[in-house]
């Protein structure tokens, strides 16, 4: 079922559903040239796209129904390890709910780079259990492959943002890992 477009903020809001969409940010981070814009991009959709700049930021926003029931996600892709500010560096390190890592098959440096970036994210933000899922994009340039499947590990999927493959999947298992943690809280 395709969600009816809101035409305002205002008048339906908390009235049907009881309360608000939880909504969560969700930061991309991994070296240039991995397919984080074009993940990100195939995530929004061309129609469903709603690009919002704040502050040199760009996220994407997007309602995504799973397992019977929706959830936000904003999409921020605004990671340039280029950039010798490091608040910049900390800022996207510590504005996200949920992290994905992306490097690419074709290169083993990227997947280096964010093997280390997961074990910095793990201690910068160590009181706090937030889903960090590992990508391999790029999976359609197989005669490339420099790194070999990591089969069956938990918390990484490949894709390929070229052929939309497993772009859904990515961010559902994003959204079950957000609320598996809320469950947790409220438990
Ligand atoms: P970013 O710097 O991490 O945001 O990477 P981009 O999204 O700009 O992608 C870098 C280049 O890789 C572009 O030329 C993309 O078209 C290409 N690319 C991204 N994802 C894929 C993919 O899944 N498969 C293939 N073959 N190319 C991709």
Redesign the pocket.
């Known amino acids: 079922r395709a969600a009816a477009p809101r035409g305002s903020w205002s008048s339906e809001s908390s009235a049907s559903s009881g309360c608000w969409e939880p909504q969560y940010r969700v930061v991309l981070l ?1 070296d ?7 993940l990100a991009n195939a995530f929004a959709g061309v129609q469903e796209r709603d690009l919002l700049e704040q502050h040199g930021e760009v996220a994407y926003e997007r309602t995504l129904s799973v397992d019977g029931e929706e959830t936000t996600l904003l999409v921020i892709d605004a990671w340039e390890p280029e950039r010798r500010e490091s608040w910049h560096r900390s800022h996207c390190l510590q504005v996200g709910n949920a992290y994905v890592i ?1 490097y690419s098959i074709t290169d083993h440096g990227s997947f280096e780079s964010a093997s280390e970036l997961r074990i910095q994210l793990r201690s910068m933000r160590q009181a706090e259990d937030i889903p960090i899922i590992l990508v391999g ?2 999976s ?2 197989v005669r490339c492959r420099e790194v070999s499947v990591e089969g069956g590990a938990s918390g990484f999927i490949e894709t ?3 052929l939309q493959h497993n772009v859904a999947e990515l961010f559902e298992g994003v959204v079950r890992q957000l609320r598996l943690r809320r469950e947790g809280k409220e438990a």
């Open positions: 991994g240039p040239g991995v397919g984080k814009t074009s992306v994009n790029k359609d340039l390929s943002a070229a």
